[in-house]
Nanobody, 121 residues
Framework: QVQLVESGGGLVQAGGSLRLSCVVS????????MGWYRQAPGNQRELVAR???????NYTDSVKGRFTISRDNAKNTVYLQMNSLKPEDTAVYYC???????????????WGQGTQVTVSS
């Protein structure tokens, strides 16, 4: 079974920083893209940042210059360094990974359970 476990969320004042981590465990052949998404109450889940195995990255415009996504393939872990946090960053942050179990099988997306990030003004 595959499990994605996020950590690092919490309460922080505006302008502060947090670093989220997501560890992928299970029987895995390859992790392709990994990413962070977020969802505030009443809103749709949106992409925050994504990193390919390459490791090319992309970010939603609202976090460019403030957030940095990175990955450690040896640890099957993806990180999201969040600096200069704003109240509008408040949301549940979810980890995503596209995973192949065997080289000849299709890769599928898997999700973590989420970690709450709250930014106070």
């Amino acid at each position: 079974q595959v499990q994605l476990v996020e950590s690092g969320g919490g309460l922080v004042q505006a302008g502060g920083s947090l670093r989220l981590s997501c560890v992928v465990s299970g029987s895995i052949f390859k992790i392709n893209g990994m990413g962070w998404y977020r969802q505030a109450p009443g809103n749709q889940r949106e992409l925050v940042a994504r990193i390919a195995s390459g490791p090319s990255t992309n970010y939603t415009d609202s976090v460019k210059g403030r957030f940095t996504i990175s990955r450690d393939n040896a640890k099957n872990t993806v990180y999201l360094q969040m600096n200069s946090l704003k109240p509008e960053d408040t949301a549940v942050y979810y980890c995503n990974a596209n995973i192949q179990f065997l080289s000849w099988l299709k890769a599928y997306d898997y999700w973590g359970q989420g970690t709450q990030v709250t930014v106070s003004s």
